[in-house]
């Protein structure tokens, strides 16, 4: 007996697969309409809100002083030395 939800994760599964290989210009865009930057309806818009960059393990030496610093400052010290880096990228691009 063929299992329902195993078909579906597979169907979709095949859908996936199959626009990955599809190029951009092989997209029909015709239905989506035009949107207006000024419109009050983006306002609050954020750009990438949602975008989550690759993490990538690494093993780094910091001087100890450094990390009780900022594990001083309370969970998630591993993110802070991500935000400081990242700032600090930013400010000499």
């Given at each position: 007996m063929k299992n329902k939800s195993t078909g579906q994760i597979s169907a979709k599964t095949s859908e996936i697969e199959a626009l990955k290989k599809t190029s951009d210009s092989e997209v029909d865009f015709s239905d989506i309409p035009l949107q207006d930057p000024s419109d009050p309806k983006w306002?609050?818009?954020?750009?990438?809100?949602?975008y989550?960059?690759?993490k990538e393990p690494i093993s780094l030496r910091l001087d100890a002083?450094?990390?009780a610093w900022l594990k001083s400052q309370g969970t998630g010290y591993q993110s802070r030395i991500n935000e400081i880096l990242r700032r600090e990228m930013n400010l000499r691009r």
């Open positions: 306002k609050n818009a954020v750009v990438g809100k949602f989550r960059p690759v002083d450094v990390i």
